[in-house]
Nanobody
Framework: QVQLVESGGGLVQPGGSLRLSCAAS????????MGWFRQAPGKEREFVAA????????NDADSVKGRFTISRDNAKNTVYLQMNSLKPEDTAVYYC???????????????WGQGTQVTVSS
């Protein structure tokens, strides 16, 4: 059974940092691309970042370039999202997802986690 469990969300002031984690189980982790998405209140879920199974290739949304970094540890079956210089508009529920390729994980992921709330506010 595939499980994706996000953690690391919370309340942070503008300009602050958070690192989200997504622990995966139930599949061969290194064989799948992983992605992060977010959904703000009243808005549709949007792509944030993705990383290939090997970790050698990443994609980022323009809105987070230079501020967010996706990475993975295949030995720990975990994908991370390091978020720096956070802005109030980054407030959302953040979800991780998996797919067989970067293209698929960005568009039609196979599975989703339950999400973790990130709130950026002073």
């Amino acid at each position: 059974q595939v499980q994706l469990v996000e953690s690391g969300g919370g309340l942070v002031q503008p300009g602050g940092s958070l690192r989200l984690s997504c622990a995966a189980s139930g599949f061969i982790f290194s064989a799948y691309a992983m992605g992060w998405f977010r959904q703000a209140p009243g808005k549709e879920r949007e792509f944030v970042a993705a990383i290939s199974g090997s970790g050698l290739t990443t994609n980022d949304a323009d809105s987070v370039k230079g501020r967010f970094t996706i990475s993975r540890d295949n030995a720990k079956n975990t994908v991370y999202l390091q978020m720096n210089s956070l802005k109030p508009e980054d407030t959302a529920v953040y979800y991780c997802a998996r797919g067989p390729s970067l293209t698929v994980v960005r568009s039609t992921p196979y599975d989703w986690g339950q999400g973790t709330q990130v709130t950026v506010s002073s």
